[in-house]
């Protein structure tokens, strides 16, 4: 028993043991020393005072529900430091102990420090959130791909464009938008981008869902790659160039008159 208690107050969680009946008798050392709580103040329910006020009720309903179904125990919670006051994340799980017999002896449970993931899983979901107000405010189509081209995310702006739900576009739905004599040389320029991992710049025209008209886009798009070089997500962009285009038609058409004349045995010009 000795060399079993030196052992569980040697690993680097926190440890304790409840009845049957769900009622708490045992806490480790580093349970003491971190909450700096007695084992006398911890008995029964005297543990819920170490929980955050916030997440006091949902833990004991999930604990109760646990007793009562004999199902194994886990929830995330903030514990508070003793001595300082301030609360941290922790994994909550335990595992019911019966006899050969099948008749309930102990819970045994552990809590696991998870407050640098949580600080972590905080600042991605911040990050994606500012990644989805800049996505929801720029002045173009914005979407992302799987590794493999599949559309997983599309901005308002592209569903209001092409007057369609995600759902029709997620995927490789959103080619139906392309101009047919767009969509081969288009999608083949996607396939080899994808199989060499290279950025993707395309020209090609895209259908109003609403008018049926289309108008020309410069799409482009950049890989991410995680820390081993693999590609995880693609970010691209659609922006309108239908009025440069027209210009440049404009201009086509108008040095292809100028040529004309130039050419002309009508008059002489000399320049």
Same mark, same amino acid.
């Given at each position: ?19 049957? /009946? ?5 806490? /480790? ?14 008995? $029964? ?36 430091? $003793? ?71 599309? /901005? ?69 790659? /995680? ?16 009025? =440069? ?7 086509? =058409? ?13 008059? $002489?010009?000399?320049?």
């Amino acid at each position: 028993e000795d060399e079993i208690r030196a052992l569980v107050d040697a690993i680097p969680q926190l440890v304790w043991i409840a009845r049957p /009946n769900g009622s708490h008798e045992y806490i /480790n050392r580093r349970w003491c020393d971190y909450t700096d709580m007695t084992s006398e103040q911890y008995q $029964g329910d005297g543990w819920l005072q170490a929980i955050h006020p916030d997440d006091q009720q949902h833990v004991l309903e999930v604990w109760q529900h646990a007793v009562q179904t004999g199902m194994p125990y886990e929830a995330e919670l903030r514990l508070r430091q $003793g001595t300082t006051g301030d609360y941290r994340w922790f994994l909550v799980r335990a595992m019911l102990h019966k006899d050969d017999q099948g008749t309930t002896l102990k819970w045994f449970g552990t809590c696991t420090d998870i407050e640098e993931q949580k600080r972590a899983e905080q600042k991605l979901k911040e990050s994606e959130e500012n990644w989805r107000v800049l996505a929801e405010t720029v002045p173009q189509l914005v979407w992302t791909t799987q590794p493999d081209g599949r559309v997983d995310y599309c /901005n308002q702006r592209f569903c209001e464009y092409t007057h369609a739900a995600f759902k029709q576009l997620q995927g490789y739905e959103w080619r139906q938008f392309l101009h047919p004599e767009d969509a081969e040389r288009m999608v083949a320029l996607r396939h080899q981008t994808l199989e060499t991992g290279e950025p993707f710049e395309s020209e090609h025209r895209l259908r109003n869902g609403q008018t049926g008209a289309y108008r020309w886009f410069l799409a482009r798009a950049m890989p991410v790659r /995680n820390d081993a070089g693999q590609i995880v997500k693609w970010f691209g962009t659609c922006t309108d160039i239908e009025d =440069q285009k027209r210009i440049e038609e404009a201009l086509r =058409q108008s040095q292809k008159r100028i040529r004309a004349l130039i050419d002309s045995n009508i008059i $002489g010009i000399v320049s």
